[in-house]
């Protein structure tokens, strides 16, 4: 069974910098992308950044410049290094892995960690 770990969210200050990781494991063969998707109280779940196998990325618009995020394909993990945050970014933020099997793609979410940034 895939399982997603995430771990790095916590408290931080207005243009404080956090780091977000992700570890997948169990039955995974092939990723075709990893990504991080957030939701305020109140808000839709929105996508912040994602990474697909070949390297290429993409990124909201409201965090482009200051979120990077990265993987390292040998760990099956992935990171989301957020600088000069600030009091919109907060959210619970969720990891997401998009598993191929044919033709077929399929999703999987972790537990989702909070992240609160003070002002």
């Known amino acids: 069974q895939v399982r997603l770990v995430e771990s790095g969210g916590g408290l931080v200050q207005a243009g404080g910098s956090l780091g977000l990781s992700c570890a997948a494991s169990?039955?995974?063969?092939?990723?075709?992308?990893m990504g991080w998707y957030r939701q305020a109280p109140g808000n839709q779940r929105e996508l912040v950044a994602v990474?697909?196998?070949?390297?290429?990325?993409n990124y909201a618009d409201s965090v482009e410049g200051r979120f990077t995020i990265s993987r390292d394909n040998a760990k099956n993990t992935v990171y989301l290094q957020m600088n000069s945050v600030k009091p919109e970014d907060t959210a619970v933020y969720y990891c997401?892995?998009?598993?191929?099997?044919?033709?077929?793609?399929?999703?999987?979410w972790g537990q989702g960690t909070q992240v609160t940034v003070s002002s």
């Open positions: 169990g039955g995974i063969f092939s990723i075709n992308a």
């Open positions: 997401n892995v998009r598993v191929a099997i044919d033709v077929y793609e399929y999703d999987y």
């Open positions: 990474i697909r196998s070949g390297g290429s990325t």
